[in-house]
T-cell receptor, first 115, second 111 residues
Framework: DTEVTQTPKHLVMGMTNKKSLKCEQH?????MYWYKQKAKKPPELMFV???????INESVPSRFSPECPNSSLLNLHLHALQPEDSALYLC??????????????FGDGTRLSIL | GENVEQHPSTLSVQEGDSAVIKCTYS??????FPWYKQELGKRPQLIID?????GEKKDQRIAVTLNKTAKHFSLHITETQPEDSAVYFC??????????FGTGTSLTVIP
């Protein structure tokens, strides 16, 4: 069972489109993450939210805009993306943003294709 | 920041043999080391983890060992099965909200 739910599973968009990715968890986790993953590469951290506040932005281009409306939801707003942004976008959550020994739970991801 | 190296990048074993994947890390403050299995087109799944106050942990056919002095940790899979074929990632964490991943090992178990 996937405890972190991501929608949509697949998304094809043009470079001028605006779309959003959604992530939801109901485990009471207070840290949520966005990762970008290319085929056979490790997940690449984009953003971290701790207690609904943005705590880490790994120098991600402004065409990616994260939002955390509440402790269960995480969005990633997309605008004017480039073909190289095509990838699997993974959301993850972990219980405690402060403790260093809690596992991350990943969603199934959104496979994004930019035309 | 932390740097995690993982070897080998690809590994092929005969069914029933053992597989070992090794990772090294650079920051002695890292205190949590999870291993993830990712099948093609699927999400990374946590298969085992170890905390810095433990030297070894086992779960059925999977075990992880940690050597804090040498700053390395290893994944051991015994009696491998075709369904173990996947990409495996190690990771290290210092704080609760930043995980550093290794580059991955593509494991193929040959029936």
């Amino acid at each position: 069972d996937t405890e972190v739910t991501q929608t949509p599973k697949h998304l094809v968009m043009g470079m001028t489109n605006k779309k959003s990715l959604k992530c939801e968890q109901h485990m009471g986790h207070r840290a949520m993450y966005w990762y970008k993953q290319k085929a056979k590469k490790p997940p690449e951290l984009m953003f971290v939210y701790s207690y609904e506040k943005l705590s880490i932005n790994e120098s991600v281009p402004s065409r990616f805009s994260p939002e955390c409306p509440n402790s269960s939801l995480l969005n990633l707003h997309l605008h004017a993306l480039q073909p190289e942004d095509s990838a699997l976008y993974l959301c993850a959550s972990s219980q405690d943003p402060v403790a260093g020994d809690q596992p991350q739970h990943f969603g199934d991801g959104t496979r994004l294709s930019i035309l | 920041g932390e740097n995690v190296e993982q070897h080998p990048s690809t590994l092929s074993v005969q069914e029933g043999d053992s597989a070992v994947i090794k990772c090294t890390y650079s920051d002695s403050a890292s205190n949590y080391f999870p291993w993830y299995k990712q099948e093609l087109g699927k999400r990374p799944q946590l298969i085992i983890d170890i905390r810095s106050n433990v030297g070894e942990k086992k779960d059925q056919r999977i075990a992880v060992t940690l050597n804090k002095t040498a700053k390395h940790f290893s994944l051991h899979i015994t009696e491998t099965q075709p369904e173990d074929s996947a990409v495996y990632f190690c990771a290290a964490s210092i704080t609760g909200n930043q995980f550093y991943f290794g580059t991955g090992t593509s494991l193929t178990v040959i029936p």
